[in-house]
Nanobody
Framework: VQLVESGGGSVHVDESLRLTCAAS????????MMWYRQAPGKERQLVTS????????YVLESVKGRFTASRDNAKKTVTLQMDNLRVEDTAVYYC?????????WGQGTQVTVSP
């Protein structure tokens, strides 16, 4: 299983970023994909979850209305569109999937939001 995130960076409050996770080495279209984030000194938290069919089944309360997950099974990618970013969204963002052989993570991509 390989998960590679991209699209992170440094932005200011109210700006947008689009994260992409490219998946390979497993049957991407059969599994739910998730985005997590971990801020400095804090535990990793689930941001959003999207089923194999593209249904979003969970969104962290603090990002509702601002973050949108989507996926393209043909391209084996999952994206996280992040709008109206806030300082508190600063974190390393991880793509993840939980398949029969275990839970897998990408290397993460840093998102930094400054005032």
């Amino acid at each position: 299983v390989q998960l590679v995130e991209s699209g992170g960076g440094s932005v200011h409050v109210d700006e947008s970023l689009r994260l992409t996770c490219a998946a390979s080495e497993f049957a991407f279209d059969r599994f739910t994909m998730m985005w997590y984030r971990q801020a400095p000194g804090k535990e990793r938290q689930l941001v959003t979850s999207i089923t194999r069919y593209g249904d979003v089944t969970y969104v962290l309360e603090s990002v509702k209305g601002r973050f949108t997950a989507s996926r393209d099974n043909a391209k084996k990618t999952v994206t996280l569109q992040m709008d109206n970013l806030r300082v508190e969204d600063t974190a390393v963002y991880y793509c993840s999937t939980n398949i029969p052989s275990g839970q897998y993570w990408g290397q993460g991509t840093q998102v930094t939001v400054s005032p």
